[in-house]
């Protein structure tokens, strides 16, 4: 690897406390250790506004939003369950991406995510497999490797610390997975180039 990888985090709660926050640190922890740089996109510190397609004009933590995601080589998303699926304080930070449409690769093409959520109960594989939709729109590679956190409360305490060491090692395997899948596609010249897309598109426009 020539270049240090960078790997962004997104996800947490808007809760003071939060569990999808604490897996997603540990996540980030694991990444670093597999010599990745690692950014934290906390969502409750992010505050983005909804994102209103009649008013797209991104406010600077939508900038933020958008540029640090397109900047990375992989991802770690963490969500809470809400009603059995992801948060909308989540899902709003993936609709920002939309802006992400028109650039060259667009969205989150050829990006490497890991996916967590942090559940009440024992159901968070549905927001796993919510974020996995998501993450084929964006054009991105999800790793088969997931991290559904159940009954996350007993998992992690009000300050963020872990309480069950397979779960730590299930979080700090995955950002480590994440890493390495991305090292991957870094090496590959090919990939990421800016006429990419328009070389599929003339493809299709020939085959028409
Ligand atoms: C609005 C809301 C909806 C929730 N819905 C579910 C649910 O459907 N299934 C579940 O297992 N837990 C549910 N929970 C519990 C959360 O998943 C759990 O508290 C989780 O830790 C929240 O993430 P956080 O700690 O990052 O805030 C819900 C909690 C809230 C506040």
Not at 20 to 48: H, I, Q, V
Not at 131 to 154: G, I, K, N
Request: charged residues 20%.
């Amino acid at each position: 690897m020539t270049a240090t990888l960078k790997i962004v985090g997104l996800g947490g709660s808007l809760a003071r406390v939060s569990r999808s926050r604490a897996a997603l640190r540990l996540a980030l922890e694991g990444a670093a250790s597999a010599g990745a740089e690692t950014t934290l996109l906390d969502l409750r510190e992010l505050d983005l506004p909804m994102y209103d397609p009649d008013h797209e004009e991104p406010t600077v933590a939508a900038e933020l939003l958008i540029e640090s995601c397109y900047g990375a080589d992989g991802m770690l998303w963490s969500s809470p369950m809400y009603q059995g699926t992801i948060s909308g304080a989540f899902k709003n930070a993936l609709d920002w991406l939309h802006l992400l449409g028109g650039r060259e690769p667009p969205f989150l093409h050829d990006k490497v995510i890991g996916l967590i959520s942090a559940a009440g109960g024992t159901q968070g594989l549905q927001a796993i497999n919510t974020m996995e939709f998501a993450t084929r729109a964006l054009r991105a590679w999800d790793v088969p490797y997931v991290v559904p956190v159940s009954t996350a409360a007993r998992v992690f305490d009000e300050d963020g610390a872990v309480h069950d060491a397979s779960v730590k090692l299930q979080l700090e395997t995955l950002g480590g997975e994440v890493v390495r899948v991305a090292q991957r596609f870094a090496a590959d010249g090919s990939l990421h180039r800016a006429t990419e897309c328009e070389e599929a598109a003339e493809r299709v426009a020939a085959a028409a």
